[in-house]
């Protein structure tokens, strides 16, 4: 049996390593890099602040910020294609409002390898999200009580969390989640792999996304610690069919805490599907999960049970549980999310924007049509005159009231102008569709609509070559990136969808 679960184990992680998930040394370089830089950028934003506000040279020497990387790259699990979450530790005298989301933006702003660069004030965590050397960057911000912040801070420590404000407590959960889930794990080789196998998974199948409605991250990680926690001599095959075995039968809203007892229940646990955070009291992973998703997740959380539970049978593979959802033979018809703007900087804005509100659109839509499944791919109708964003949900409905979907925009628009906005407001435009209309199914060509492919960007100046979508070898339509020819070359070659 032993020998069988090494076999399973290594095909596993050849499979993970086909998929292109595990990174480079050279991508790993580049983040260290980035990394790197932006602790350098911080360091001298503080002390100008601490300059401005007329501290004496003494402190201002003393003074210091620090960066410190969390998400899927401080658990050490991203992909060459991950952003980076980069917590900003600020003193006490540097403000988010004035300092933060002014002078260090300003900062950023000045720098070549910086661009589509964007505040999030509204969020739940306010954030700067910006690129990096071609890589995105979420940035949120803390401010600690004490003049000079560690390059090591411990943000476990007590003495560092004293009298600090709420937004800063919860832009440091993500930082002190890790570091307590870290510890824990018995073995961080196993808990990478299968937390690399759960996220695979999950955007294969559709569930991946706290934005749209479903687990994120942190949701995930938690998760697979906790599998890790009930099986520490256990082999990665074992492990993975263990995550599917434990979640499709959870008794929720029960939530899934790693550390039992540390911390005593006060009130009702948030969501359809709470989950704890291993570092403070009662908190729990912020979720957006509504009634669609949850029964979307269950239902793959069952089928990944049903595919997994004879792993060890002689005629088993791994391939069956990562393969894409299928969207087209499973809805008849779309709602089809249209965002566009001006240009590409007003669009990026925009589309971060609305999506942030996404959660209140599918309550809508589950009020109304009562099933919704949120499709995180985005799109782009390259034949458009305006950049744009598109998006496909699916419904379960048989016929459909136009009336219906016009009812829906009016009530979207309604919550969107309601927030605190500050960018150019854009153009949203919702309707419903057949699944033949759909981008992905089949002699599309004709409409040119493409995946997104946001890292690469050509300059008007340079816009004489023409670009030929490079597909995916593991998922069919999916555009990897573009390869660029010249316009005689280009004409003379044909695109498959």
């Not at 791919?377 to 379960?396: D, F, M, R, S």
């Not at 340079?462 to 005689?488: E, F, I, L, R, T």
């Amino acid at each position: 049996m032993s020998e069988l679960e090494d076999e399973r184990s290594i095909s596993l992680r050849q499979l993970m390593a086909n998929e292109g998930i595990i990174p480079s040394y050279k991508d790993e370089e580049k983040r260290r890099v980035v990394i790197s830089k932006l602790r350098g950028i911080v360091e001298r934003w503080v002390k100008n602040v601490a300059w401005e506000r007329r501290l004496s040279q003494h402190h201002v020497d003393a003074t210091n910020a620090t960066i410190l990387a969390y998400g899927s790259y401080g658990l050490g699990v991203y992909g060459s294609e991950s952003d980076i979450d980069a917590l900003c530790i600020g003193p006490f005298f540097a403000s988010m409002a004035e300092d933060f989301f002014i002078g260090l933006r300003d900062m950023l702003k000045t720098r070549l390898e910086v661009s589509e660069l964007l505040c999030v004030k509204d969020a739940k965590v306010p954030l700067i999200r910006f690129k990096f050397d071609g890589i995105l960057v979420d940035l949120p911000y803390a401010q600690l009580r004490v003049l000079s912040i560690p390059h090591n801070v411990d943000v476990l420590n007590p003495f560092f969390l004293r009298d600090i404000d709420e937004t800063s407590w919860k832009s440091l959960s993500g930082v002190r989640a890790n570091k307590c889930i870290l510890r824990l794990v018995p073995s961080l080789e196993l808990f990478q792999s299968l937390l690399r196998c759960v996220k695979l998974w999950a955007k294969r199948r559709g569930v991946y996304g706290n934005l749209n409605g479903f687990l994120g991250g942190v949701h995930l990680a938690v998760l697979a610690a906790f599998v890790c926690g009930y099986g520490p001599n256990a082999t990665l095959s074992s492990l993975l069919a263990n995550f599917f075995n434990i979640f499709a039968h959870w008794p929720w809203p029960t939530p899934v805490v790693l550390l039992e007892d540390t911390y005593l229940p006060t009130g009702s646990p948030p969501g359809l599907m709470p989950i704890q955070l291993p570092c403070g009291p009662h908190q729990f992973c912020n979720s957006n999960i509504t009634r669609s998703t949850f029964y979307k997740t269950m239902a793959e959380f069952l089928r990944g049970h049903h595919l997994t539970k004879d792993y060890s049978k002689p005629n088993f593979s791994w391939k069956n549980l990562f393969e894409p959802y299928p969207y087209v033979n499973t809805y008849t018809w779309f709602i089809k999310i249209h965002l566009s703007a001006a240009n590409q900087e007003d669009l990026s804005n925009w589309v971060g924007w609305v999506k942030s509100r996404f959660r209140c659109l599918m309550l809508k839509i589950e009020e109304v049509y009562g099933f919704c499944d949120p499709k995180p791919t985005e799109y782009v109708e390259t034949y458009a005159k305006q950049p744009n964003i598109v998006y496909y949900w699916g419904l379960q409905l048989r016929t459909i009231n136009v009336s219906d979907i016009e009812y829906v925009e009016k009530t979207f628009l309604t919550n969107l102008n309601s927030g605190s906005f500050q960018g150019s407001v854009g153009r949203i435009n919702l309707s419903v569709v057949k699944a033949s209309q759909l981008p992905w199914n089949g002699g599309d060509c004709a409409k040119k609509v493409t995946r997104t492919c946001w890292r690469i960007r050509i300059p008007e100046d340079k816009q004489q070559c023409k670009n030929v979508p490079v597909y995916s070898k593991h998922m069919p339509g999916y555009v990897v990136g573009y390869k660029k020819m010249d316009n005689k070359e280009a004409e003379g070659m044909e695109v498959k969808c």
